[in-house]
């Protein structure tokens, strides 16, 4: 579980509540209610933890009873989990408890099919950093409960020499060199765009080769020379407009890992509902 759920939760009902909510405050502060939660589609459930921490902030006494857990795939139209506590305190926190639920589980839904879709290829599925701001800790999470993997969690715990790198230090291996010296003990990956700095790559020390928009064809290429490469095997990851529709071919040429931004990025909400009764 990620750290800093308080911290963003808290920033999130400040956002939306402020000091106070002038619609919630037309129901007796006495009056008490039970609501159910229920998707609207199919999905891979994830959130919850963000969920209860919206209601805890806007009052202790608010109960949530879950039906399922993060990871797991909840039937379209089924009762996701039960609220009951202060009316005021469930009318503040709905919108944003629904958001995080929303988010959360577009995200895992996304990982869970293109995890799916290469499945038993032998090549696993990595996000990327195109997530959405603030939320990159809690979208990485997700990530796993779809069942993919989490590339780099920032720039601060991995080299990934891109072109502009590559261009700014005098090509690949001289990239390579210089972040194997300066950053000991921390992954080294290098992206490269043709075959020919591929070859070059594998002359260093990186602990990656990342391949940009490599056609099929030539991603297999690459794969038989790693493969024939007299210094051993150095793991490939193919990224570049990766989509549902061509992950499992790109999966079926050898490379170890495919990276896609649209697992975070291109997301289109699961919708949940969130009625009293």
Same mark, same amino acid.
């Given at each position: 579980? =990620? ?12 956002e939306d ?32 933890? @963000? ?12 109960? !949530?009873? @879950? ?7 909840? +039937? ?23 958001n995080y ?28 950093? &195109?997530?959405? =701001?603030?939320? +990159?800790?809690?979208? &990485? #999470? ?10 780099? %969690? ?25 972040? %194997?010296?300066?950053?000991?003990g921390v =992954?080294? #990956? !290098? /992206? ?22 490599? %056609?099929?064809?030539?991603?297999? /290429? ?24 061509? !992950?499992?071919?790109?999966? /079926?040429?050898?490379?170890? @890992? ?6 975070? &990025? ?10 009293? !009764?």
């Amino acid at each position: 579980m =990620p750290g800093g759920i308080r911290e963003d939760v808290a920033r999130a009902l400040a956002e939306d509540v402020r000091d106070r909510d002038i619609s919630a405050a037309l129901v007796a502060a006495a009056d008490h209610a039970v609501a159910e939660v229920t998707i609207e589609q199919q999905a891979t459930l994830c959130g919850t933890v @963000w969920f209860d921490e919206v209601f805890r902030q806007l009052d202790t006494t608010v109960t !949530v009873r @879950w039906q399922a857990a993060d990871g797991e795939e909840v +039937r379209e139209r089924s009762t996701v989990c039960s609220v009951s506590g202060p009316a005021r305190a469930l009318l503040s926190g709905e919108r944003t408890a629904l958001n995080y639920l929303q988010t959360l589980s577009a995200t895992a839904t996304s990982a869970h099919r293109f995890a799916q879709a290469v499945h038993g290829t032998g090549a696993r599925i990595l996000d990327t950093r &195109k997530t959405l =701001p603030g939320l +990159r800790t809690a979208q &990485k #999470y997700a990530v796993r409960c779809g069942g993919a993997f989490n590339h780099r %969690a920032g720039l601060f715990d991995a080299v990934l020499i891109k072109e502009n790198h590559i261009a700014s230090l005098g090509g690949v291996a001289a990239a390579v060199r210089l972040a %194997a010296r300066s950053t000991a003990g921390v =992954p080294v #990956y !290098v /992206e490269v765009e043709d075959l020919d700095q591929l070859r070059e790559a594998l002359e260093t020390e990186a602990d990656r080769v990342l391949l940009d928009n490599l %056609a099929v064809d030539e991603l297999r /290429e690459a794969v038989r020379i790693r493969d024939s490469h007299a210094g051993g095997r150095m793991e490939l990851e193919a990224s570049g407009g990766i989509d549902l529709e061509t !992950v499992r071919t790109i999966a /079926e040429t050898g490379v170890d @890992w495919i990276s896609v931004g649209a697992i975070t &990025k291109n997301l289109s909400a699961v919708n949940f509902s969130m009625r009293f !009764v």
